[in-house]
């Protein structure tokens, strides 16, 4: 399983644009990458997930590279409800539709008025 | 649709006691996981159900640990006995047998054990 490095945190200001960064090296020709979002007192919860070159939905982008060793989470303009720790995870996703995952760290993002 | 529900919230117990966690899924999700983070450190994978089968058990600490799924339905989690290093948030998430690409897993919101 690929192991991820991201920062262990990031301030911004509402309004801004937000890039998170995930390093992953040792990604395998099968593994995906997700970004989750966690709230203090809840489960992580999905934001987006992509194979390669960009993937984009109403809450956030996903770039990936060519060489898929790193990707970035962008969140456009932030607000205080934002302020969350996110994490990165690179996996294989089987036939079965599940895989398991390793989360790392994960990113805490503060975002201040 | 309801969601992944987890109960207890909270459990406070002393050591050497045991303790039982619940997880429903959501409906229809075959795939069924556990995770937990002990205290300060990361979350980790503790097994993965696909219906009542164990698919993946591999991150189980110890035999102290015992997961369930009868039906293919809900899934218990026993601790017993419960030792001090146990205590943490006890994460069940779930997806779709046959997610295509989506690979989504959509989590509870935990089962805070504490132990004295």
């Known amino acids: 399983l690929a192991k991820t490095t991201q920062p262990i945190s990031m301030d911004s200001y509402e309004g801004q644009e937000v890039n998170i960064t995930c390093s992953h090296n040792n990604i395998a020709t099968n593994d995906y990458i997700t970004w989750y979002q966690q709230f203090p007192s809840q489960g992580p919860r999905f934001i987006i997930q992509?194979?390669?070159t960009k993937v984009t939905n109403e809450v956030a982008s996903l770039f990936i590279p060519a060489d898929r060793k790193s990707s970035t989470l962008s969140l456009p303009r932030v607000s205080l409800s934002d302020t969350a720790v996110y994490y990165c995870?690179?996996?294989?996703?089987?036939?079965?539709?599940?895989?398991?995952?390793?989360f790392g760290a994960g990113t805490r993002l503060f975002v201040k008025a | 649709e309801a969601g992944v529900t987890q109960f207890p919230s909270h459990s406070v117990i002393e050591k050497g006691q045991t303790v039982t966690l619940r997880c429903d899924p959501i409906s229809g999700h075959d795939n069924l996981y556990w995770y937990r983070r002990v205290m300060g450190k990361e979350i980790k994978f503790l097994l993965h159900?696909?219906?009542?089968?164990?698919?993946?058990e591999s991150g189980m600490p110890n035999n102290r640990f015992l997961a369930e799924r009868t039906g293919g339905t809900y899934s218990t989690l026993k601790v017993q006995p419960a030792e001090l290093e146990d205590s943490g948030v006890y994460f069940c998430?779930?997806?779709?047998?046959?997610?295509?690409?989506?690979?989504?897993?959509?989590f509870g919101e935990g089962s805070r054990l504490t132990v004295l």
């Open positions: 159900f696909v219906k009542e089968s164990k698919q993946d």
């Open positions: 992509g194979y390669k």
């Open positions: 998430a779930s997806s779709r047998l046959l997610a295509g690409r989506t690979g989504e897993l959509f």
């Open positions: 995870l690179v996996g294989d996703i089987g036939n079965t539709g599940g895989f398991k995952t390793i």
